[in-house]
């Protein structure tokens, strides 16, 4: 009996999707949104983003915030970049610094970088304006310094294949080094390059 209820509220449910719809005004280009028929927002948009893990970045005129499910403004209009939240972090910016946005509407990274990129195993990549790559992890610390010539190479958390200069060595997520920077190459599989002989690194 309870199975039976259980699926049947699942149907339920199924059948009653909440729905997120953007409408243009008819005499002009600005938007407005509408949740499961019911208008939330203004015609004021100049832009809408799809609804992504419970929020949107919008647009009133060159500037992007996010909004909440509800139509909430979560963040001042402030960036000149802004993306779909994934796994919890969007990527942001302005004319000049990138950066990320948590789900609390926090950024995470110093202001200071040209390019920084969504999570992957725990670790931000970021690039200086000087061209030099590092990373951080996900709660704000530096953990590979910003002195790489090419973006850290993330094998897994425990293997990261970096290149200093013109050579290529192994690091951890801690910077601790697992082969010194002495490859003419390292691949995604494993193995190093050097005076015309391949190493299994890993």
């Known amino acids: 009996m309870r199975k039976g209820v259980i699926l049947f509220l699942l149907i339920g449910l199924w059948g009653y999707p909440q729905s997120w719809n953007v409408k243009k005004h008819p005499n002009n280009r600005k938007m407005a949104i509408f949740k499961d028929g019911r208008q939330i927002s203004s015609y004021r948009f100049t832009e809408v983003s799809e609804l992504s893990e419970g929020k949107s970045f919008v647009a009133e005129g060159n500037l992007y915030g996010y909004l909440n499910s509800e139509g909430k ?13 994934r796994k919890g972090y969007a990527l ?34 970021v690039q ?12 704000g610390n530096l953990k590979l310094p910003v002195i790489y010539s090419l973006p850290p190479y993330l094998v897994n958390q425990d293997v990261i294949i970096i290149k200093l200069n013109s050579e290529y ?19 995604p599989k494993g193995y190093g390059y050097k005076s015309g002989t391949y190493l299994r690194l890993f």
Do not use: C
């Open 92 to 125: 942001v910016g302005d004319s000049i610094h990138q950066n990320i946005l948590n789900r609390e509407m926090k950024l995470m990274l110093p202001t200071k970088y040209a390019r920084a990129r969504l999570p992957k195993f725990g670790l931000i990549l």
């Open 73 to 85: 403004l979560m963040t001042p209009y402030r960036f000149v970049i802004a993306s779909n939240f």
């Open 128 to 139: 200086s304006h000087e061209g030099l790559w590092g990373a951080y992890d996900t709660e």
């Open 169 to 187: 060595g192994l690091v951890n997520s801690n910077n601790k080094i697992l082969y010194n920077p002495s490859y003419q190459y390292i691949s």
